[in-house]
């Protein structure tokens, strides 16, 4: 990973429980000079889920990037 990312994207398989999902994180900036965190995730092969975060500063921004990607690699997403 760089060293100031713009995305993130992982899987996490698992066959022997039926499991194949896939998470994906995207810094990007909005039209109102904020920043956001676009979260996708769901099932490999499906549309899944999307939430959007803003934030005013970068720094509070690169937290939660960092929060998130730590949370996810813990949790066995490679």
Not at 9 to 32: E, G, I, K
Not at 55 to 61: E, V
Request: proline share 4%.
């Amino acid at each position: 990973m760089s060293e100031s990312p713009q995305s993130f994207h992982v899987t996490r398989c698992d066959p022997d429980r039926n499991m194949a999902r896939y998470y994906s994180l995207t810094m990007q900036p909005t039209l109102f000079g904020e920043m956001s965190l676009v979260r996708n995730w769901g099932r490999i092969g499906t549309r899944g889920q999307q939430k959007v975060d803003t934030f005013s500063n970068s720094s509070a921004l690169q937290k939660a990037f960092e929060k998130l990607t730590k949370q996810k690699c813990q949790k066995g997403y490679k």
